[in-house]
T-cell receptor, first 111, second 119 residues
């Protein structure tokens, strides 16, 4: 059974204080690993897809990396508008379309 | 691009009522749509996967007669919660995936969810 564990559960940063969020996963075969951002009362917003170990993707202050067992979402010099819950999900080669989500990391960035 | 619209955004109704939720892909064709349920501070749990023109595939433990899914076109899927009870109260979110070649590992794009409260 696919498993996704995200840490920490919650993270509070001051504006400009860089950090990383972790997503550890177990799958029989990785088709893709996805990062989403979710604001309160909203649906998840797609950020990145990573397909193979060693791959990296960047978007503004966010950078996602992937190894064979985990993915990191690095946040550089965060701003208050980066406050949200960040969700990681995996798609297994054996389960077709299904995404298995972690419980997310709630990020709060203060002034 | 890749906009998914979900309606209504919230519903409050009496126990025993049936509630229909619509999910539309506005700027792309979605051969596959997904329905999730999310409890407070918990992850998204997949309820069912629907492919246009065929019956939905339900996850283990999800009652197909309770949660009716219709995917009649490439841009619209509906979820009907039949004879809803307070325990059905939750946040329901749909997602859609595009239909272009190699779409199997394309990202799912999500609607903004429907908050369902059954009194």
């Amino acid at each position: 059974e696919d498993q996704v564990t995200q840490s920490p559960e919650a993270l509070r940063l001051q504006e400009g204080e860089s950090s990383s969020l972790n997503c550890s996963y177990t799958v029989s075969g990785l088709r893709g690993l996805f990062w989403y951002r979710q604001d309160p009362g909203k649906g998840p917003e797609f950020l990145f897809t990573l397909y193979s170990a060693g791959e990296e993707k960047e978007k503004e202050r966010l950078k996602a990396t992937l190894t064979k067992k985990e993915s990191f979402l690095h946040i550089t010099a965060p701003k208050p508008e980066d406050s949200a819950t960040y969700l990681c999900a995996v798609q297994d080669t054996g389960t077709a379309s299904k995404l298995t989500f972690g419980t997310g990391t709630r990020l709060q960035v203060t002034l | 691009g890749a906009v998914v619209s979900q309606h209504p955004s919230w519903v409050i109704c009496k126990s025993g009522t049936s509630v229909k939720i619509e999910c539309r892909s506005l700027d792309f064709q979605a051969t596959t749509m997904f329905w999730y349920r999310q409890f407070p501070k918990q992850s998204l749990m997949l309820m069912a996967t629907s492919n246009e023109g065929s019956k939905a595939t339900y996850e283990q433990g999800v009652e197909k007669d309770k949660f009716l899914i219709n995917h009649a076109s490439l841009t619209l899927s509906t979820l009907t919660v039949t004879s809803a009870h307070p325990e059905d109260s939750s946040f329901y979110i749909c997602s859609a995936r595009g239909s272009r070649t190699g779409s199997f590992n394309q990202p799912q794009h999500f609607g903004d969810g429907t908050r369902l409260s059954i009194l």
